[in-house]
């Protein structure tokens, strides 16, 4: 039985089900033309299972010669109390029985125990009977009104039984517009039917025991025919019923204009006395024990999952009647208000017993509009006694009744109201934090009903909100020293070498070894380039005639390292193995390998070098040197002597000029297992696209033969610069130049000139999902080069004059400054196409910091007028701004990645990474010091 309102499950509390309480009107069809029109006039205030309607308007609102029967205190029971409801409704169904029985109103025998024979009392209870001893006030007319007359307009002709389909089989869909049968016909199709209801989450079971025929046909012609209560006794036409009646002159059934076509005769349809009629089941006598309340969607009755020091602003006032056990009446640290867009808005509102506490309110969530304006609802909690300073702000959301996904929850902070979009929808008691925010003289939080996307069928739950207070802003905890003006620059050219080893085939060929065809005797050579087995520091084992003078020793850097390829910005280095063998073909007898005769061992290294503007180079040039190193190490077999021929260098492309090397430095022969000296061959590589604006990228294909004399071979190894990465040459970066661009440089902050701008790139750079400039995470910035973009997004980010979506920027008001004042410092910078301002319109949506002075250094803090941060793990934004000192915003880009393109010749498009060295070794998850 339904004694609370439809949206309560069984063994939760809520308002008591009532039936037109607001007076809404329905049209001729049963449709209601505006389900939120309030019309107090018409209020039909049908209470509980029986709703029961007699009596229960509130003393002095009565309709027009209605009576007071009911005292308030029995009202309150009837509304309240389920057996007291089923009893004054039993009571008022009685009184209808005799009243129309004594007029003489009798269905078929008139015996009570007989389902179809209530149609009369049925027909009262719902729309009222004027008795026959008023008839004279009435002009002569007494009886059951016309509105719940079968023959009525407001019913389908031909309808089929309510519940029950054409053929005589169930049709529960029919529940979904009851409002097409009479009152009397739906009752008596409840109770042939009992529809199923949800006893506990996730249980339905039938409302009650059906009544019972002996056999379908019967139960069938439970409902009356149509006709049977229109002849010329109601001035009644029963040939106007059909699908296309209506309730207007000439239309309709009912031939007066009035609609005054009341019913006072007997009727009969069945034989009770043949067992023709319905039954009812006694499911509960007297003596059954009243049944344990239901304990559906138990409320959550403590603060577990808030802070210890939390305050809670509850949905209801202290001393609130709590009806669930395990809870207390609400002690609250504030208060909670409800306002209404229009008073139709409250026709949406509705109170659950189950939540924080045992109570929360909730409407329906609709996209702002029209609509969403008249419903809405917003709710307010507000503590009584506002803490200055920050707290984590927790909502409670109920295990049902919410399901809204976008709802939109308002605090009003110290620096304004912010706003906090959450997904309502869950199935478990939780409180849920909504982040961390400045309080000071008002500590609020609005939820409204109006949510993107709502639809007006998604529930938006009102229950209690927390305050924590907190000391977290999130921000990695750094003590910052003050600038020191006269520290050194950094050395923009001590960039860290990258080495790494090959993991392809390195021959130019694709196959690790390359061999001659046969000479005149039958021997044949081949060269294979292998890993390099050269790890220490260069030496020269050459005999007296190999002297070091002239032998060009190798770059030590490139000999020393553990890997095969080291480079950085404006060199490069290759270490690989050459292996000559020589074979015999063992006179050509078919089906015999070859006999390997003699072996010689090289290590070899190349290098590459590239003016720049570092003082200890030339100078940025459109040339640069390539120089190959080889040093033999071993010697077998029948070789004794072995001659490296004059390297062969070509360019891969028509850009570049080689101009080669005479001879080998230090000697290009090697006589013997023991000559161990080394000898170097230079080449020149010029770029000769000089044009302005011009941009060329290139290899270097490399060919190093060897002649055996005692065999008369010579034998060849190929090999390309590509494991380096390609040489790019450009006249972009003011004069020409050229770099090694697979190098990918790194800018180096200045941190002791610049400490609190540099912390606070740290500081985005490692908690930014993006990770922008991070090595580790390889994912370098990458410059932007264009003036006019990089006005653009510095504007946007920091708010500087965008036309459109601007929302002027200002310095935090605890924010300390230099000589120049407070500025906005963005990053990634403006300079870089990682920069917020290439994606957003203004800087809202980044991470907003500032700087400040705490007991003598420096720290970055929140800035609590913007978003929260997420309490733990990366930041989703993409960019930060900081109200930061004049000084060190200006000049830690201007005096540090200005220079820093030029000299890394850094393009527009061009990736390069980012670090402090001071802050390196810090971790965002523990305090650091520096």
Known sequence: MWQASRVVVPGVTGNSLIGNYYGIKYAASGQQTDPWGINWAEADCGYGASQITDGMRMHGREKPGEVATLTKLQQEAAALDYT??????????????????????????????????????????????????????????????????????????????????????????????????????????????????????????????????????????????????????????????????????????CKRDDLKCWWNQPVKWKDCTKAECGNEIMRFNDTYTEEADGTAYPPNCSTQGLPANAIVVDDVPNGTPIHRPGCQPPVNSGTFNLEFGTPSAKIDLHQIGAGYNSHFWFAHARQAGAEADRMKVTGTWKVTNPKQGQHEVFVHLPDHGAQAPNVQYDIQTEWGVRSRVINQKGTTNRWVSIGYYDFSDRMEVKLSTTAAGGTGDLDVAFDAVAFAPSNYSFVPEINIPQPNPSAPDPDIYAQEPENYNLTAPFLRSGAEKKCTTKDKNGKYSCISLTPSTLQAPPANKGSAKSSLAGAGIPLSRCHSIPTEVSRTRFDGCLKRDVVVQVYADNGGTPGVPPVLVGTAFFHMVQEITIPSNDPKSTGFANWFGDKVYLQLFGMQGELTTITANPLETQCNSAVCTITPGIAWQGGATWAGPLDGHWASFYNSVRWTNTAQGATDRFDLNEVVTFTIPAATLRSAGTWSTTPMGSITCDRVITTVGCVMSGYVPTWVADDQKYPAAAAYYWVLREKLASHPGSKSNKTPLHRESDRDVIEESRARVCDRGVKANLEPWTAHPKADGDADGIQCDEFPFASTEESGGRTLLNGKSCVQLYAKMVGGSWHLFSDGRYDPLPSSGTWPQICGRASMPGTQNMDAGRVGVSPFYLAMRIKGGDPFFFKSPRYEGCKVSTVCTV
């Not at 029985?97 to 007029?103: F, G, I, S």
């Not at 309808?159 to 389909?165: I, S």
């Not at 009397?184 to 059906?210: C, H, N, Q």
């Open 84 to 253: 007291a409801n089923i009893a004054a409704g039993q009571r008022v169904l009685a009184d209808k029985w005799n009243v129309t029985n004594q007029d003489g109103l009798i269905v078929n025998n008139g015996d009570p125990k007989y389902i179809e024979n209530w149609f009369f009392a049925l027909w009262a209870y719902n729309s009222g009977y004027y008795p026959k001893a008023a008839a004279a006030q009435n002009g002569g007319l007494w009886g059951v009104g016309f509105t719940n007359n079968p023959a009525n307009p407001l019913w389908k002709a031909n309808r089929t039984p309510f519940l029950e389909g054409p053929a005589g089989a169930d049709d529960y869909s029919q529940a979904s517009h009851p409002q097409d049968w009479p009152y009397p016909e739906k009752v008596i199709g409840w109770a042939a039917r009992p529809l199923e209801g949800l006893e506990s989450p996730g249980k339905m079971v039938s409302g009650f025991r059906p009544a019972w025929w002996t056999n379908n046909a019967l139960r069938s012609t439970a409902k009356p025919a149509e006709n049977l209560f229109c002849t010329s006794a109601n001035n009644c036409d029963p040939s106007k019923i059909g699908p296309n009646d209506k309730n207007e002159p000439g239309l309709g059934a």
